[in-house]
């Protein structure tokens, strides 16, 4: 009989910074997530080993978002409709910072939304990459958007790139000008695989 260990939420981890490991360690019910991840880099699982008096597993698998599993990494088709949703908040500061960062190379619709909270204007870049190394403006954001405070930038669009990115700076910079903002983005895929 299996049982399942996730997060304590049930909830999608995301945030994860590239180029480090996320250590599972399922004796104490802990997730470690690589320095440079976004939130708390140890989060607890909703159970582990020791409660259920085991030492070891004999099986795992481990789900990953399907915009991560594509290119053909977990061999297997792309359902007809499917998305991934979810929001980040955060404080802008006077350094232009990449607050959303995502693998979207299984979607063909990119909607994101930045709602400034905050009292100050923040401006907005989206950008996009083939590579995940070299980035590019997004045609109306070659020029950082301006987002005046309670506002917000709704970007949509259909142009299927590997990569996108959403990059967060106080309008005016100095003491004071820090603003409340929060992201929220959905890719969708409502076309499927071929192999669907």
Same mark, same amino acid.
Request: charged share 15%; glycine share 10%.
């Given at each position: 009989? $299996?049982?399942?260990? %996730?997060?304590?939420? $049930?909830?999608?981890?995301?945030?994860?910074?590239?180029?480090?490991?996320?250590?599972?360690?399922?004796?104490?019910?802990?997730?470690?997530?690589?320095?440079?991840?976004?939130?708390?880099?140890?989060? %607890?699982? =909703?159970?582990?080993?020791?409660?259920?008096?085991? &030492? &070891?597993? =004999? !099986?795992?698998?481990?789900?990953? +978002? @399907?915009?991560?599993?594509?290119?053909?990494?977990?061999?297997?088709? /792309?359902?007809?409709? !499917?998305? &991934?949703?979810?929001?980040?908040? @955060?404080?802008?500061?006077?350094?232009?910072?990449?607050?959303?960062?995502?693998?979207?190379?299984?979607?063909? &619709? *990119?909607?994101?939304? %930045?709602?400034?909270?905050?009292?100050?204007?923040? @401006?907005? %870049?989206?950008? *996009?990459?083939?590579?995940?190394?070299?980035? /590019?403006?997004?045609?109306?954001?070659?020029?950082?958007? +301006?987002?005046?405070?309670? !506002?917000?930038?709704? /970007?949509?669009?259909?142009?299927?790139?590997? /990569?996108?990115?959403?990059?967060?700076?106080?309008?005016?910079?100095?003491? $004071?000008?820090?603003?409340?903002?929060?992201?929220?983005?959905?890719?969708? =895929?409502?076309?499927?695989?071929?192999?669907?």
């Amino acid at each position: 009989m $299996g049982s399942l260990l %996730t997060t304590s939420d $049930g909830g999608e981890i995301t945030g994860i910074a590239n180029g480090g490991a996320v250590f599972l360690d399922f004796v104490a019910g802990t997730i470690t997530l690589p320095e440079g991840s976004t939130g708390a880099l140890t989060r %607890t699982m =909703n159970k582990n080993l020791n409660d259920l008096g085991l &030492q &070891q597993c =004999n !099986s795992i698998a481990i789900w990953c +978002s @399907d915009a991560d599993a594509t290119d053909g990494w977990m061999g297997y088709g /792309f359902p007809r409709i !499917s998305h &991934q949703r979810s929001s980040v908040s @955060d404080t802008s500061s006077d350094t232009l910072t990449t607050i959303l960062s995502k693998h979207v190379g299984a979607y063909n &619709q *990119f909607l994101i939304t %930045t709602s400034n909270t905050g009292a100050t204007s923040i @401006d907005l %870049t989206i950008e *996009f990459s083939e590579d995940g190394t070299n980035w /590019f403006a997004d045609s109306g954001y070659t020029t950082a958007v +301006s987002i005046a405070s309670g !506002s917000y930038n709704a /970007f949509a669009s259909e142009v299927e790139h590997h /990569f996108y990115r959403a990059r967060v700076v106080n309008t005016t910079t100095g003491a $004071g000008h820090a603003s409340a903002f929060t992201i929220h983005w959905n890719f969708v =895929n409502d076309r499927g695989s071929a192999a669907n």
